[in-house]
Every structure is written in structure tokens, then in C-alpha cells.
């Protein structure tokens, strides 16, 4: 699994583009590497998706505790590029209503 | 109906396993898993549709054997059979899990947001019938996941949207 951030501190934004699989054996990089860089206040977070090419419970786990730790230090999550089958997968649990996904 | 596919799986004579894996119980097999079924669903010419909901549904069952009843122990090991007939494509999953009780699996309810929890229903929900046959003696599990081939009866799922 790839993961690279990019910053924009004047927007207080952070991108993180991913790339591989999401089952339990990855999660924890991906966790361990936004839950370092999460920032006092109000920040936004972006997950680009678009090179994730397979997602199951664990890794949307990983992402509902992601968004309640951000939501914590008033930031915002936003998903980015799913591809239909990840995306299918956030329908079957209806978590798509709980992320914004763009 | 559940049990007419029960019994349509019963009656599966022995040549119907087309392959079976013995499979080390550790996190790093799931991506390989991944590959073998897709190349076992592409071999057989079951389309495409079906690869997408059986990787999902047998990751979740590996991951909760890996996670839940061997607690990440690679020393521990399971097995992974694929069965087809014409009407069924089956993936069957062997492993050791004194104490489990299928029925006590939680139902989750989705508008309370939790981290875990949804493995099972993700594979109820993807699959067309999955049964938990247990042994309290040897605390073998058995678990069947079955989509119906070439069925208006099939639940669909996500890949087939």
C-alpha cells in the first residue's frame, strides 16, 4: 500500500492519495499515517480513493473512526474518487450517507 | 428456499470441489486469497459480476477467522474449498472455533455508525444463502457461502448493480 500526503496549509487542507488494497492487513498503515497528522482545529482531510481498488469492513472501520477522531478536532473528512465497486460497498452498509463523498 | 439450496448443496457429489486451499491464518493471505478466487471464477466462465461480491464475501469470512477466532495467531491455519454445480458456485471454509455460536452473531443496525461489526452482514447481504454448521466436540466450523448461478432468485449485490 502507497500512501502520499500533500499539504496546503494556507487552506488547511490535506490530501491523501492511497493506492493498493483496503482489508485488515493494510488499515493500520493508512490509520496510523491521518491519525499523526491530524491538527489541533479545523482542518479539512481528503482520502483520494481513485487507486484503491478493493475496500471491505475493515476498511471502513478504519474510516468511521477516522471521521469521529477528525470530528473530535473540528475538522472535516471528504472521500474522494471511489471507483463503483469500493463505492458499492459504502452503499450495502449505507455509510454513504454518513461520509461525504465527492 | 434456503433449504432447497441447502439440500442442492448436500447433494453436490464429491467431483463438484474444484479446488481446495490449506491456507496460513495470517492477514498478508488476503490479497492472495483475493487472486485465487477471481482466477477460479474467471476460469470456470462464471462472468465477471460474480468475482466482485465472492472476493468481498470470502475476505470478510477470512478476516473474521484470522481476526476473531484465531486472534491474528499465524501459527493457526484454515482451509478454503470452492464447489460448483450449474446451478451453484459455493466457497466453503473450514476452521477451528471453540465456543462460536452462529446465532449469536449481532445483527448490526445501521444507523448506529460503529467501526466493526459488519463482516457478516456485508456477506448475508451479498451472498444468496450462508450457513454456519458447527462441531462443539472438535469446535470445527464450517461456513458455506453460495450464489446461485444463472438465477432470477439471486440477491444480487453490489457487483451486480
Same mark, same amino acid.
Not at chain 2, 479446488?19 to 487472486?35: P, Q, Y
Not at chain 2, 454456519?132 to 457487483?159: C, F, H, W
Given at each position: ?6 499539504? =496546503?496549509? =494556507? ?17 493500520? &498503515? ?8 491530524? +491538527?489541533? +482545529?479545523?482542518?479539512? @482531510?481528503?482520502?483520494?480513493? +481513485?487507486?484503491?481498488? @478493493?475496500? =471491505?469492513?475493515?476498511? #471502513?472501520?478504519?474510516?468511521? @473512526? ?7 478536532? &473540528?475538522?472535516?473528512?471528504?472521500? #474522494? ?6 463505492? &458499492? ?6 455509510? =454513504? +450517507? ?5 | ?22 491456507? *496460513?491464518?495470517?492477514?498478508?493471505? !488476503? ?14 466462465? !462464471?462472468?465477471?459480476? !460474480? ?95 453460495? *450464489?446461485? !448461478?444463472?438465477? *432470477? ?9
Amino acid at each position: 500500500m502507497k500512501i502520499e500526503c500533500k499539504i =496546503d496549509s =494556507d487552506k488547511k487542507i490535506k490530501v491523501f492519495q492511497v493506492e493498493g488494497e483496503l482489508d485488515v492487513h493494510h488499515v493500520k &498503515n493508512l490509520k496510523a499515517e491521518i491519525m499523526d497528522s491530524i +491538527e489541533p +482545529e479545523g482542518w479539512t @482531510y481528503e482520502i483520494d480513493m +481513485e487507486k484503491v481498488a @478493493y475496500l =471491505d469492513s475493515s476498511g #471502513l472501520g478504519m474510516l468511521v @473512526y477516522i471521521k469521529k477522531e477528525i470530528g473530535r478536532h &473540528n475538522g472535516k473528512l471528504r472521500i #474522494l474518487h471511489l471507483n463503483e465497486q469500493v463505492l &458499492n460497498v459504502f452503499k450495502l452498509t449505507k455509510l =454513504d +450517507e454518513f461520509f461525504e463523498i465527492a | 428456499m434456503q433449504k432447497r439450496i441447502q439440500k442442492m448443496i448436500d447433494q453436490m457429489p464429491p467431483n463438484a470441489t474444484q479446488m481446495k486451499m490449506h491456507v *496460513k491464518g495470517s492477514s498478508e493471505t !488476503l490479497a492472495l486469497i483475493r487472486r485465487v478466487i477471481a482466477a477460479c471464477v474467471q476460469h470456470l466462465k !462464471l462472468g465477471d459480476p !460474480l468475482i466482485n461480491d465472492i472476493k468481498l464475501a470470502t475476505t470478510e469470512a477470512c478476516t473474521n477467522v484470522i481476526k476473531h477466532a484465531y486472534k491474528f495467531n499465524d501459527a493457526m491455519s484454515f482451509e478454503l474449498a470452492i464447489k460448483t454445480s450449474a446451478e451453484l458456485f459455493v466457497v466453503e471454509v473450514f476452521y477451528q472455533d471453540p465456543g462460536f455460536v452462529p446465532e449469536k452473531i449481532p445483527v448490526p443496525n445501521l444507523k448506529e455508525i460503529k467501526e466493526g461489526g459488519l463482516g457478516v452482514y456485508i456477506i448475508r447481504s451479498i451472498m444468496d444463502h450462508v450457513n454456519y454448521i458447527t462441531d462443539a466436540k472438535s469446535g470445527r466450523v464450517r461456513l458455506q457461502m453460495v *450464489k446461485l !448461478l444463472n438465477s *432470477k432468485e439471486s440477491t444480487g449485490g453490489p457487483g451486480e448493480n
